[in-house]
């Protein structure tokens, strides 16, 4: 099992940024890819950024490409999500995931484990 607790949420102004973190316990940290998702009012759970199976490669979505960056440390078993020039269509709760196999990165269904969520409200 691993326990993810994410943080940093909150209320921003639209051009702003934030930086989301993620903890994880429980079973080691370093052998499993970690992603972050997002899902709005009334919309399907849509992925946001991802990093390969091996580590070594970053992956993002469409609509933040540019604007978003994931990182890890795994010295304090907590992976990150700056976000930056932030929009109001960026608002929503923010979960991030922990992928036990080098499965489709960009699905939920290949992810073993989420947090509970954290709320980013992005004001215009």
């Known amino acids: 099992q691993v326990q993810l607790v994410e943080s940093g949420g909150g209320l921003v102004q639209a051009g702003g940024s934030l930086r989301l973190s993620c903890v994880a316990s429980?079973?080691?940290?370093?052998?499993?890819?970690m992603g972050w998702f997002r899902q709005a009012p009334g919309k399907e759970r849509e992925f946001v950024a991802a990093?390969?199976?091996?580590?070594?490669?970053?992956m993002y979505g469409d609509s933040v490409k540019g604007r978003f960056a994931i990182s890890r440390d795994n010295t304090k078993n907590t992976v990150y999500l700056q976000m930056n020039i932030l929009k109001p269509e960026d608002t929503a709760v923010y979960y991030c995931?922990?992928?036990?196999?080098?499965?489709?990165?960009?699905?939920?269904?290949?992810?073993?484990?989420w947090g509970q969520g954290t709320q980013v409200t992005v004001s215009s």
């Open positions: 429980g079973r080691t940290f370093s052998t499993y890819a």
């Open positions: 990093f390969s199976w091996s580590g070594l490669s970053t």
């Open positions: 995931a922990a992928r036990g196999a080098p499965d489709t990165y960009y699905s939920p269904l290949s992810y073993n484990f």
